[in-house]
Nanobody
Framework: QVQLVESGGGLVQAGGSLRLSCAASGRIFRVLVMGWYRQAPGKQRELVANITSGGSTNYADSVKGRFTISRDNAKNTVYLQMNSLKFEDTAVYYC??????????????WGQGTQVTVSS
């Protein structure tokens, strides 16, 4: 079994910063892409940012220049540094990992979500 455990969410004022962490554990052979998605009330889940094992990154236009994604491959951990937070960043943030649990067994895994609330 694979588990993704997130931490770091909370309440912050607009303009403030938060750092999210997500650690993957369990039967992991190799992690390909790790990323963060978010879902606001009444909206669809959307990609925030992701990062490959080689360090290539991809960001949603709405967070470019404000959020930074990074990872520690040795710890199977991904981070999201969120600066200059806006009210519209309020959402539940979910960690995602695309990984192999064996030579050929491949799957997509999700964390339980962590709430980020930005007060205006």
């Amino acid at each position: 079994q694979v588990q993704l455990v997130e931490s770091g969410g909370g309440l912050v004022q607009a303009g403030g910063s938060l750092r999210l962490s997500c650690a993957a554990s369990g039967r992991i052979f190799r992690v390909l892409v790790m990323g963060w998605y978010r879902q606001a009330p009444g909206k669809q889940r959307e990609l925030v940012a992701n990062i490959t094992s080689g360090g290539s990154t991809n960001y949603a236009d709405s967070v470019k220049g404000r959020f930074t994604i990074s990872r520690d491959n040795a710890k199977n951990t991904v981070y999201l540094q969120m600066n200059s937070l806006k009210f519209e960043d309020t959402a539940v943030y979910y960690c995602n990992a695309d990984l192999f649990t064996g030579w050929t067994t491949h799957g997509d895994y999700w964390g339980q979500g962590t709430q980020v609330t930005v007060s205006s």
